[in-house]
Structure formats: structure tokens, C-alpha cells
């Protein structure tokens, strides 16, 4: 006797479903694991706004010099965000091993060994951006440092590292130094820096910063003070370096930066 053709149909069906269902249900979960942390990142960041102005309004001092005072609140925060680092190293493992074997003709072995944690990472990466952005706005609050002063200081601080082929490289920055809506913001930051600059005897340091402003404007992907910083703003940072390099995590500098929580969201998306 033979099978009944509807036999075989119903559990085809249901399987065919499922493969539909799945990649969705992934997502909603996914989605729903990122809004929470999304929207304490976005509250936090309304109410530094509201402290602080918008990013791209914070003003340096006419002569550069970054206080000590406010180098001190940086590290305060950087510190505070010191446990996301171990934890971004080990989620982006995988894709950073992929990295490395790019290009040099990997055995199957070596390449199934470097996707074993990709799904992992895949499912986790979303709702620790989100988590990062929340803890990271949590800290300026907490610390009273706006998001335009701590991407200024950041920018400075760490020039060398943004600029070492280790972070080109790495996931999240994208062979950029630093983010396009951040370069933007550093560009008026440094115009806010020339028009206070005006009227001043800081000759020298106008000129510097005049052509410093020409080169960000012709080039959108260079970083603040990419070829020297000015002796006054490397001079008030050189007496921190040890604790300033401590605070620097290469896991997450791809997105330290990041003005808001966009990034996620379009990872959320994808």
C-alpha cells in the first residue's frame, strides 16, 4: 500500500515554517535584548544635552590646554568602563581571528575553528553595543563630563592608537580613525576653538589652528591634530599617559566614540 502523499506534506510544512520563523524570531530577540539597554543610552544621553549642550558646542580653551581637572573626569570614566573591555575582546574573538586568517590560505580546520564563535557573537554583539553606549552615557553623568568634551579629550589622548593599523583594522572602525558624526562634531569643536581664539595675543596657536581646520575640511576621514598635537594640549595630557594608556581598550575604540546608538541599531537591522 502506499504512502499517503498528506503523510509527508504536514511535517514538510511545519519544517519550512520553522526555517522562515527562526531567522525572525532571532531577531525580535535580538531586538528586544538591545531596545532596553538602547533606551537608557538615549535617556542618559537627553539629559547630558540638556547639561551640556549638544556635542558640537563644547568650546576648549583658547590655548588648548586640556585643565587637570577635566583630564582627571576623563580618566574617572574611562575607568569605569574598564570590565566592557574583556568582555568586547572575547566577543569579537572570532571575527578577529578571521581577520587574521584572511588572505592566508587557511585550512579547513583553522576555519572552522575560527567560525565556532561567530553565531555567539552574531546574537550577543547588539545588545552589548547597546549596553556599552548605556554605561558609557551613565559614566559622563555620573562624572559631569559632556559627550562633546570626552570625544575632544578622547581624540587627543589616544591619537597614536586611533591611528595604529590594530584599530584601522578592527571591526567596528571601519579603516576609519574615528567615526564620520564624530569628525563632524570635532570639526566644529575646533571652529568653536578658533572663534574664541579671536581677539586673543595667541598668535601662534591661531595660525596652528587655522590650518589645522583647513586640513579637517579637505579631508573628511583625518583625525583632530593627525600630523603634531600642539604643545599645549600634548603637555597638559603627558603627566597622565601611563593612567590615560591604562583607560584605553582597542575592542572598543571602534565605537568609544560613537555620538549615538545608531550603530546598534542598524546591526539590529541587518
Not at 42 to 56: I, S, V
Not at 144 to 150: D, F, P, R, S, V
Request: charged letters at 20%; aromatic letters at 6%.
Amino acid at each position: 500500500m502506499s504512502e499517503n502523499p498528506r503523510s509527508w506534506k504536514k511535517p514538510v510544512a511545519w519544517g519550512c515554517g520553522l526555517l522562515v520563523l527562526l531567522p525572525m524570531l532571532g531577531v525580535f530577540v535580538i531586538g528586544a535584548r538591545t531596545c532596553a539597554p538602547l533606551g537608557a543610552a538615549r535617556e542618559a544621553q537627553t539629559e547630558l544635552e540638556q547639561q551640556f549642550g549638544p556635542a558640537g558646542s563644547f568650546t576648549p580653551e583658547p590655548d588648548g590646554a586640556i585643565p587637570a581637572d577635566r583630564v582627571q573626569v576623563f580618566i574617572k570614566v574611562r575607568d569605569s568602563l574598564s570590565d566592557t573591555c574583556n568582555d568586547f575582546a572575547t566577543m569579537l574573538a572570532p571575527m578577529d581571528r578571521l581577520a587574521e586568517l584572511d588572505g592566508n590560505d587557511p585550512s579547513i580546520e583553522e576555519i572552522t575553528a575560527a567560525t565556532g564563535g561567530l553565531a555567539k557573537t552574531a546574537v550577543g554583539i547588539t545588545p552589548r553595543l547597546g549596553e556599552f553606549y548605556a554605561a558609557r552615557n551613565q559614566a559622563l553623568l555620573d562624572q559631569g563630563m559632556g559627550l562633546g568634551e570626552y570625544v575632544y579629550i578622547y581624540a587627543l589622548a589616544y591619537q597614536q592608537q586611533l591611528l595604529d593599523s590594530r584599530h584601522l583594522d578592527s571591526v567596528f572602525a571601519e579603516g576609519r580613525a574615528i567615526p564620520p558624526e564624530t569628525a563632524a562634531v570635532l570639526l566644529k569643536i575646533l571652529q568653536n576653538h578658533g572663534r574664541v581664539l579671536n581677539g586673543t595675543v595667541l598668535e601662534r596657536e591661531r595660525a596652528l589652528l587655522d590650518a589645522e581646520l583647513a586640513a579637517m575640511q579637505s579631508d573628511p576621514k583625518r583625525l583632530l591634530w593627525q600630523d603634531q598635537v600642539p604643545e599645549s594640549m600634548a603637555g597638559s595630557l603627558a603627566a597622565y599617559r601611563a593612567e590615560l594608556d591604562a583607560g584605553f581598550c582597542r575592542a572598543t575604540s571602534g565605537v568609544a566614540t560613537d555620538l549615538s546608538s545608531l550603530r546598534a541599531i542598524m546591526l539590529a537591522l541587518d
